[in-house]
Each structure stands twice: as C-alpha cells, then as structure tokens.
C-alpha cells in the first residue's frame, strides 16, 4: 500500500486547507489596498508580513520534509522568498509565498479529503455475546466470554467467538473468510470460527477460545502490521525537482556574476517551482474528484498516483469476480412436473425459512413471475431442510435423505456430479412423498468481469491472478471462464498476505477483494481496491481506495483516471518548468525584474492550474444511448429473464432422450419445438430487427456485430433442422442413431443459445450498465 501522509488532525487540516492560504492571500490584498491608496509603506510592511509568513510556513514544511526522508523542490521556494525579503523585493516575496501556502494546502488537502468517508475499523466487530448461565441467556461483553461457556448465535448474527458447535446442526456463511460464497453446514462438534455468519436457525457453540485468541481478532491484527509496513512511494513532483533545483541555483549564481543579488534573486523568483508545487495536486484532486462522481473513493492523491502504475492485479473470487450470493442456475426434474411448477412450490414453502438459500429460491421463483401460496404445518430441522403443506400437497425442500432421494437414482447421482464439476450447490424437492427434483444454485460470474479484464490489460496490466480461499475446482472453473493467468485457490488470509507481498517486490500491484480474510493483503498491497457495496469494514477500512457500487468495471475506470490525471500533471509540470527555465535565461541577463518574474510566474501558475483541471473531464465523450433506444435493451434484456427456463428445457428434454417411449418422446421433442418456434425464433429475428440497428449506431457499424447476426442465423438453421428430424421420425419405434441425432440437436441448440445470450448481456452492459448498480428484481433481473 503506498505510503500514508501523516497524521493531521482535524483542526490543523483545516488550518493548513484554509486558514494559511486565507491569511497570506488577505495579506496580499491588504498590501495592495495600501499602494493604491498612495501609502507604499503599508503595503511593503503587508507584504513583508505575508513574506514573513511564507517563510516561517516553507522553514517548517521542509524540516518536516527531511524527517520523511525527503529533499525536493522546498529549499527553491525558501530560497526565492528569503532572497526576495533580503533585497526588499517585498511584493515577489509576497505572491511567492501565497502560491507556495495554496499549493502545498492543496495537495495535503487531497491526501485527507477521502478518509473521512470510513472511519472506524472496529465496527464490525461483536462487542458482546449471549452465554448460556444457569439455564438463562445473558448477554455479556465479548471480553468475559471464557473457554468453555455455552454461547448462543442468532439467526443473521456474526459468530463473536471461536468455538465448537454443540447443537444438531448449523447453516453458516463463512464467505467473508474463506471466500466460499454458498453457505456451509456444520454439524454437532465440528469446529466453527469468529467472523463467520450465522445463514439458518440459532444454534449454540462451546467457547474455545477467548475474543482476543479468536479467528477475527487476529486477521484485525494482520492488518494493523500490513499497514505498518513501509512501502517506499516518492511524489511526482520529487522526480523533477533535483534536477531543476541544480539548474536553477546554477542559473542563479551566473546571474549574481553577472548582475549581483538583486538579479540572482529574480532568477530565484521565475525558479519559484509553483509549477511542480500546483500541478500534481490540483490534477490529483481533480482526478480524485472526477472519480468520486463514479463512485469510486480513493483515499490519497499518492494513492491515484500509485494506481496509475500498477502492472500486476490480484483478485478476490467471491464477491469481487462473482456476485457473492447464490442464485438459481439450474431446475432438475426427477418425473412429469414442471419445471416451474416445482420451483413454485419449492418457493411457496421457502416464504417461512431464514435459511439465505431459501431466499435465493423465492427471488428465483418471483423472478419467473411465479404465483406463491402460502404455507401451511411448517417445520424446519436444521441441517435437514423444511418441510410443510402448499395448495393440499406436502412439500420438503432439503438434502437428499430429507427428500427422500433414492442412493441408486441416476438424475441425482446426475445432478450431484454436475454440481461439484461447476462449484454449486444442489438443493432437492420432494412432493408428497417422492423426489420432485433438484434446484442447482451458484455464484454467477458478474456480467463486467470479462471485459473488465480485457480493458485493464490494454491499460497496462501485465499480470492478473485470481486469490482465493474457494476450493481449487472452484477456482479453476471461474478461471477457465473468465481467463485469468494464474489461480491461487484455498489460502488462508496469512497466505494472501505474502503473495501480496511477493507480488509487490516484482511490480507495482493492485490487490482486488471484500471480505474480512482479504483486509490484510489489500492493507500490504501497493494499491488495495475494496469493493465496497458488499466489503466487510475490515476491508473497506485497508483498502486505499472503495468501489462504492457493485461494479467490477469501476476499478477500470479508476485505473483510467489515475492513468490521465498523471499524464495531465506531468504534461503541466513540464510544460510549467519549460516556460520557468526561459524566464530563468531572461532574469539572468537583467531583462526581467523580480517583480515582474512574479507576476510572470502568476501567469504560468495559471496556465498549469487550468491544464491540470482537465482531469475533471473524462479522456473522451462515452456514447450514451437514447432513453427511447435504452427501453429498447431494457426489453430485450428483461426478455432473457423470462427465457431462461425455456433454455434450460431445452437441455432437460436431451437429458431425458431414451427414459421415454417413442410416443412420449415424439411429443416431447415437439413441444420444445413449438416453443423453439414460438418463444426462441422470434426473439432471435427481433433482436436482429429491432436492437442490431440501435447497437449498430453506437459500435460503429454492422460489422462488429456480425459474429452475433451469425449465430441468429445458425440458431434458425438448427431450429429447423430439428423440425425436419422430428417430421422423418417413425411414430412408434425409434432407433439409437434417431436418439443420437436428435439429442446432438437438442444439446447443440441449449448450448448455442446459452452462449449467444450472454454474449448479447455483455453487449447490453457496454452501452447501458445501470442494472448493475441496482439489486435484481423480478421485473428487471439481469440475465448472468
């Protein structure tokens, strides 16, 4: 992480921000309300005041300078005033030490203005706990909790202390420290730990530990080191200011040769490096402003600076790469009922359960447009599942034994396998009595990642790996899909920490993560990126910069402001000490007198800071989309939410080729036909009449939209090629090579389509992202 400024406490903040800037600025009106009132002598004494001041102000910032370690551009600002004083150039003196106090105000202005937006890091963590004494729940302070009591957690509560579960069963969400974003169940005497959140019913631990042994206290603790760690960083403006200090006292000393003090001092005056002084920080703060608008705080201008020369990205897979919670990917059906219908009923008798999957099955069933009945004869067992009446019939929704699932039933061995190859998690259904099913969940790729990855690498990024606490055939899964260059899967927050570390050494890295096991290693990183819409303050409070939506393709942006807003300080400090070093040649040679180089200096001073501005504007003009052409893609993209499980139909009637007689399948393969036909064939040709030419506009033509007119095409074609298979079929016997033929149809077309729609979805989001930073709703989900 690069280095912090030291600490400034809020009154001096605001007298270094405000007040000294203030002070010497009305010094300097005040000397000029006394020349043009024909009183010289007040004015020289105003603007020996502010010349004074100046002085004493610079004096202090550079004792403070060479305690960091640090020699810049101050000893050429304390020179120029003190030779302006010595030869009663009070009026140079006197602008010097205005510009010298603003700029300086400014830039430490820039280090503070964002850390006021998160505060404490202690916020999140239990102060207290409910023991179990004497037959009564207590609640104690965390600190009199001892190895040993019996402590209760509630529903949604954090676990506060390490320990081993004494009740049945326990439904845990241990994301924030291992990563794993689907929840965990833990059953009687495993062991589970501080940080952890309790996802299902309230159950009860043994204290194993005292708070301050426990797992969250001490990953509080490896932040505290991280941060505590010197990570050498040097300002923008220290790279210049060698060279140019030489060149100034060497240019100075010819012209006292030349002309004596009084032309050394003008020389002094225009090699007055408010260029390098202004232009960093006024780009900083306009770069930290400009990103501020989008959501994005960044907590220093060293910070932005740091961020623009990053060439390795680390990142965080729950929460960061995926969405972090569960959603429905998947409806198996293990007889005759309908997908929907089973979702429906599963849904129903989920409304009661403060299980966080049984809320991921009432979104998912709300999402579908899907009417819920309410519930009747509830009962939930923790770590069994839920169970109880809807509309007459009798409904479990749970493990497998608590659905009654056959060991020797193939669609749930099926259905187990596809889950642990994909990283996700199977829930089944029962219904009177029998497996209905099984409810496929995961955690979806965020729909920006791709292409967020894809803009970093252009920006510079020469080296991106994915870190996380997930299991390794999760990780390699995400990886495949998302391209990354190296995996790191099951680490422990200690072991993120020294690859952060390790990765540091060889480049400037950006460490991506939320969740509390991430907080060290974006504390040790050169740049730790919190995203901060769902980031535990451990994290927000590491990390030296917080996405504030829930977007991946805002560290993007960030990078991209950083990257202009120190091209545009570098492109005003040049061009600033360009124009210094002819004003330089001009004072040495007599032609231009220190008052004048004053002023002179005012005018560059002025050009630098109007320049440095443009960091508040974006690099180009984004292409916006019509509100009239955004209705359009919002119908679009609300109609791939209604077709997702005609989607999966389609892979559900290949499943089923073969279980069924001839006459069954026949009918089968025709009503996925008709709603190929019906539902998937006129989307398709809408999309290519309808939203292709909006897109067309903005990406510059037909032609980048080609591949995807491709794949309507294709799809048509596969469409009808089913129908022509169906209509050859025998009506009551059927050989294995029709099965073949129509199955490889079936599969191909789920897998066509599927594709084609996401890759439209990624489309939608380049020219309209606002779903993104709003939760889904079963109106206007997003398709991932």
Known sequence: MSESAPHVGPGRARWSSFALPGTVGTGLLVGFVFSLASSPRGAHLAWLAVGVIGGVFSIT?????????????????????????????????AIISVMLASGRSLERWATHRARRELQALLVRVPKTAHVLRDGAVTTLPLASVAPGDLVLVESGEMVSIDGTIISEAASLDESALTGESLPVERTLGEHVRSGVLNAGSPFEIRATATADESTYAGIIRLVRDAESTPVPFVRLADRYSQAFLVVALLVA?????????????????????????????????????????????????????????????????????????????????????????????????????????????????????????????????????????????????????????SGSASWSHAARRRARLDGALTVFVGVDGSAAGALVFDDPIRPD??????????????????????????????????????????????????????????????????GINDAPALALADVGVAMGSRAATAASEAADAILTSDRLDRLDDAVSIAQRSLFIARQSMITGISLSLVAMVVASIGWLPAVGGALLQEVIDVAVIVNSLRALRPRERPVRLSPDELTVTAHFRAE????RAQIDEIRRVADELGTLSPESTIATVRAVQKMLLEEILPHEEAEESTLYPVLERVMGGREPLGAMSHAHREIAHQIRRLGQVIDDLPEHEMEDADLAELRALLYGLHVIVKLHTAQEEENYLYFDDRHLDAPTTPMTGALT
């Not at 003190?82 to 003196?93: F, I, K, M, T």
């Not at 967020?452 to 020469?462: A, D, M, N, V």
């Not at 791939?640 to 077709?643: F, G, I, K, T, Y």
Request: hydrophobic share 50%.
């Open 449 to 514: 990642v791709v292409r967020t990855l894809r803009s970093l690498r252009r920006r510079g990024i020469t080296r991106i790996a994915m870190v996380t606490g997930d299991r390794i055939e999760v990780a390699e899964t995400v990886c495949a899909t998302i391209g990354v260059d190296a995996v790191l899967a099951e680490r422990t927050p200690q072991e993120k920490l020294d690859i952060a570390r390790d990765e540091s050494a060889r480049a400037p890295t950006i460490m991506v993560g939320d």
């Open 640 to 643: 791939h939410v209604n077709l």
């Open 253 to 405: 000393g010819a012209a006292w040769l030349l002309g004596g003090p009084t032309r050394a001092v003008a020389v002094l005056v225009v090699a007055t490096p408010c260029p390098l002084i202004l232009a960093v920080p006024v780009a900083l703060v306009s770069g930290l402003s400009r990103a501020a608008q989008m959501g994005i705080i960044v907590k220093s201008g060293a910070v932005l600076e740091q961020l623009s020369h990053c060439r390795t990205l680390l990142i965080d897979k729950t929460g960061t790469i995926t969405r972090g919670r569960p959603e429905l990917n998947e409806v198996l059906v293990a007889g005759s009922m309908p997908a929907d219908e089973l979702l429906r009923l599963a849904g129903s008798l989920d409304q009661t359960s403060p299980h966080v999957l049984a809320n991921a099955i009432v979104q998912a069933a709300l999402s579908r447009r899907l009417e819920l009945a309410m519930p009747a004869s509830v009962e939930e067992v923790a770590g069994q599942g839920i169970r109880g009446d809807v509309e007459g019939r009798h409904v479990r929704v749970g493990t497998a034994a608590w659905c009654g699932v």
């Open 61 to 93: 910032d550079l004792v403070l300078e060479l305690r960091r370690g640090r020699f810049g551009i101050d000893p050429l600002a304390l020179l120029s005033i003190v030779g302006a004083l010595l030869v009663r150039e009070y009026l140079a003196a």
